[in-house]
């Protein structure tokens, strides 16, 4: 069974402006990680690719992408970033349609104020990705949620996922809040979820299963097993988790469900969903 697809995973040479956001609290990834660094990795655990998914917000980070994924092929796909506020974003998307790796894209809106998704600007570029047949990453933390919700169902036609299950503050084991922005999200059929990026909003240094659990219960709940894909999001899981260790819990947890349905979770909806 080695075809598993990793649906979010990184790359990059380290650059310590360009990524201030790895500050010294993540020592463990102020490095190169590379497709070299990867392949053995999934290897491992029986998957055959990866998606690799924009870090740094600029077209260079995508080109970058873009150029590992035509050098290996285990990476299946790219999401890049494009700034989808730009007034010529119909001729960038049109640029970038020539590449047949490049699935979708990502802006960093967790950075954000809370209203940006409401933006005029913003929204155009949303608008322009369907014609080209692009998918958005929705990156966001759970107080987000709400704007997500607007941006879904003002866009019916458009595919979304939520990368990091929205990023619930599993540290401190809040989830009333979150658990109603997942139920109301997960209603709408253009809006699919990642399993992924969860072991960084937990303890990082004394997280266990148990803890994750609620919050993966939530997940399965609203989302079926139809529209749920896993993510490792290494390298940054490295900070609390390991490659092995992000599977095999994941692994631990979907154990009683049939093997169809761990098979999508594993490989055919992140095929369908990035048209892989």
Known sequence: MNNRIDSHQHFWKFDPIR????????????????????????????????????????????????????KNDFIKGVVGWVDLRAENISERLNHFSKFEKLKGFRHVVQGEPDDFMFG????????????????????????QLPAAIDLVKSFPDQAFVIDHIAKPDIKSGEIASWKKGIGEISKFENVCCKISGMFTEADWNSWKADDLKPYLDVVFENFSVDKVMFGSDWPVCNVAADYNTVVTTLEDYISRFSVED???????????FYQL
């Open 19 to 70: 990524d201030s956001w790895i500050d010294d609290s993540m020592l463990k990834i102020q490095k190169d990680f590379l497709p070299e660094d990867l392949l053995p990795l999934l290897s491992q655990n029986q998957f055959s690719g990866c998606l690799a998914v924009q870090a740094s917000q600029s077209e260079e980070e995508t080109n970058f992408l873009l150029d590992l994924a035509s």
């Open 120 to 143: 005029t600007a913003f929204r155009n570029g949303i608008a322009a990705l369907k014609e080209f047949n692009f998918t958005y990453d929705i990156l966001i933390f759970h107080r």
């Open 262 to 272: 761990q098979s999508k979770i594993w490989s055919e909806n992140v095929k369908s």
